[in-house]
């Protein structure tokens, strides 16, 4: 059975910092490239922050200089750590995993952890 279980969110003040966690169990972790999505109240889940499978990371731009995603591959982990966050940064963020080869894709969720910017 295959989870993806985020952690590390709450509320933060404008300008502070938090680092997300997405634990991740039954895949083969190293062979996945690892996504972080967020859905603010109202809009379409987005895209932040990518690192594939050998350690590519990409940003989108709102985040860019501010946001690291990394990956450890002995412990089936991915994080995203947020500095200097702002209030547009309040979502839930979500951890996805995805795989493609050889004709066929998977893709893993996580439930989400909120993250909350406000003073």
């Known amino acids: 059975q295959v989870q993806l279980v985020e952690s590390g969110g709450g509320l933060v003040q404008p300008g502070g910092s938090l680092r997300l966690s997405c634990k991740t169990s039954?895949?083969?972790?190293?062979?996945?490239?690892m996504n972080w999505y967020r859905q603010a109240p109202g809009k379409q889940r987005e895209l932040v922050a990518i690192?594939?499978?050998?350690?590519?990371?990409t940003y989108v731009e709102p985040v860019k200089g501010r946001f690291t995603i990394s990956r450890d591959n002995a412990k089936d982990t991915v994080y995203l750590q947020m500095t200097r966050l702002q209030p547009e940064d309040t979502a839930v963020y979500y951890c996805n995993a995805d795989f493609s080869a050889l004709g066929r894709s998977y893709e893993y969720w996580g439930q989400g952890t909120q993250v909350t910017v406000s003073s």
């Open positions: 039954g895949i083969i972790f190293s062979i996945y490239h």
């Open positions: 690192i594939s499978a050998g350690g590519t990371t």
